[in-house]
C-alpha cells in the first residue's frame, strides 16, 4: 500500500542552525501538508500546499518557515534559524483531489534544538 | 476554549472491553477525522466521516452532525489497541485540520 515517507526520523540541530525535513508524499497525491505537535501537546496545522503554491498557513508559519516541492515527488519543510520552540515532532500529509478530505500521514520527523 | 473537545482524556480497560471515546466540536465542520497515533508518533488515518457511521474490523465511528459530536467505539479490545486517539475536524472552505488533544487508552491484557 503506498504511503508517505519523512526523512530523518529524528534530527538533532543546534539554535540558529537552519533544518531541512523532507517528506515524499504518496505518487498521485497533489495536495501536501505540514502539522508539528511539541512535546506533550495536540497536533498544530503549519501549511498547506497546492498546484506549487502555498494555499493556506497558519501564524505559526512565519518568514522562518519556507516550504517547496523541488523535484516533483520531495516536498521540504525548511526552518531558517532554529529556536528551542521549534522542537517537536514534524509530520507531512498528502491527499488527492478526488479524497480531498482523506489525509495520509507520514511517520514523523522528531526535532531536537538544542 | 478549545473548538475540539475528546473525553475521556485517559481511558484503561480489560482486554475484551467495548470501548467509547466521545468527540465534540463547536465549529461547522466538512468532515471528521478519527486518527491513531502510536507510542512511537507516528500518525494512522482511521476513519473520515461527513455524516452517519462507517465500520472497519472492531473499530465503528459514529457522527452526529447536528449535535457537533463524534464517537469512536472499539469492540473486544486488545492490547494492541494501547495508543492515542485523536479527532480532528476540518473546517469548510480551509484546508487545514483542527485537532483534539486526545484520548490515551491502554488495554491491559
Known amino acids: 500500500e503506498p504511503e508517505v515517507t519523512q526523512t530523518p526520523s529524528h534530527q538533532v540541530t543546534q539554535m540558529g542552525q537552519e533544518v531541512i525535513l523532507r517528506c515524499v508524499p504518496i505518487?498521485?497525491?497533489?495536495?501536501f501538508y505540514w502539522y508539528r505537535q511539541i512535546l506533550g501537546q495536540k497536533v498544530e496545522f503549519l501549511v498547506s500546499f497546492y498546484n506549487n503554491e502555498i494555499s493556506e498557513k497558519s501564524e505559526i508559519f512565519d518568514d522562518q518557515f519556507s516550504v517547496e516541492r523541488p523535484d516533483g515527488s520531495n516536498f521540504t519543510l525548511k526552518i531558517r534559524s532554529t529556536k528551542l520552540e521549534d522542537s517537536a515532532m514534524y509530520f507531512c500529509a498528502s491527499s488527492t483531489p478526488r479524497t480531498f478530505n482523506e489525509q495520509y500521514f507520514g511517520p514523523g520527523t522528531r526535532l531536537t534544538v538544542t | 476554549k478549545n473548538e475540539v473537545e475528546q473525553s475521556p482524556q485517559n481511558l484503561t480497560a480489560q482486554e475484551g472491553e467495548f470501548i467509547t471515546i466521545n468527540c465534540s466540536y463547536s465549529?461547522?465542520?466538512?468532515?471528521l477525522h478519527w486518527l491513531q497515533q502510536h507510542p512511537g508518533g507516528g500518525i494512522v488515518s482511521l476513519f473520515m466521516l461527513s455524516s452517519g457511521k462507517k465500520k472497519h474490523g472492531r473499530l465503528i465511528a459514529t457522527i452526529n452532525i447536528q449535535e457537533k459530536h463524534s464517537s469512536l467505539h472499539i469492540t473486544a479490545s486488545h492490547p494492541r489497541d494501547s495508543a492515542v486517539y485523536i479527532c480532528?475536524?476540518?473546517?469548510?472552505?480551509?484546508?487545514?485540520?483542527?485537532f483534539g488533544t486526545g484520548t490515551r487508552l491502554q488495554v491491559f491484557p
Open positions: 480532528a475536524v476540518r473546517v469548510p472552505y480551509t484546508d487545514k485540520l483542527i
Open positions: 465549529v461547522g465542520i466538512s468532515a
Open positions: 505518487s498521485n497525491h497533489l495536495y
